[in-house]
């Protein structure tokens, strides 16, 4: 089954302690991207790979990174949380046929920074 | 990409047909319609995509207009799961394209 996996699920943790955020795809995708949903804000992109060790920075990328050392994994690095990065934050990863590029998305991670 | 947009809330009684509308007025001719739906605070989920003619498929309809400024998503027969945020989306097909989510159309289906 196509599908993005997300880990952890939930995760409350405190300021300043560094965390990751796995997300793995098994469609063979070359893009892949991670957004933040806020209420009342939608869903804003953080940052992007177009490829393997490829990444460029999304709308809001202050506090984070990511790395793509191979193609199916892409995390997010939050490497001293701050509150104001409690958000639900989704994994996406983009292929398909030429004229039908579908974006699939992860099942979320809801992160809690107190 | 061109704008969208869309009303914020709509009702639909069980079982019948929701229909969906989107405004894109300035959307350009290599632009694609595309529906998005997120239940809950679940990933958004595909729905269906179009350039010029409507499609069909197991989840939906997609309606373009003749002049492409507008369509309609359908949902023939919705059911209480149908129940979800809704978007429409027009963007470039190019998978270094980012999709630009707006704020959608809340969907209620009631019972």
């Known amino acids: ?114 | 990409d061109a704008k969208t947009t869309q009303p914020p809330s709509m009702d639909c009684a069980e079982g019948r047909a929701a229909n969906l509308p989107c405004n894109h007025s300035t959307i350009s001719g290599n632009e694609y319609v595309y529906w998005y739906r997120q239940i809950h605070s679940q990933g958004p989920q595909y729905i269906i995509h179009g350039l010029k003619n409507n499609e069909t498929n197991e989840m939906a309809s997609l309606i373009i207009t003749e002049d492409r400024k507008s369509s309609t998503l359908i949902l023939p027969h919705a059911t209480l799961r149908d129940t979800a945020v809704y978007y429409c989306i027009v963007r470039v097909v190019d998978y270094g394209q980012n999709f630009v989510f707006g704020p959608g159309t809340r969907l209620s289906v009631l019972p």
């Not at chain 1, 990511?66 to 990065?85: A, T």
């Open chain 1, 1 to 114: 089954e196509a599908q993005v996996t997300q880990n952890p699920r939930y995760l409350i943790t405190v300021t300043g302690k560094k965390l990751t955020v796995t997300c793995s795809q098994n469609m063979n995708h070359e893009y892949m991207s991670w957004y933040r949903q806020d209420p009342g804000l939608g869903l804003r992109q953080i940052y992007y790979s177009m490829n393997v060790e490829v990444t460029d920075k999304g709308d809001v990328p202050e506090g984070y990174k990511v790395s793509r050392k191979e193609k199916r994994n892409f995390p997010l690095i939050l490497e001293s949380p701050s509150p104001n990065q409690t958000s639900l934050y989704f994994c996406a990863s983009t292929g398909g046929d030429a004229g039908s590029y579908e974006q699939y998305f992860g099942p979320g991670t809801r992160l809690t920074v107190t």
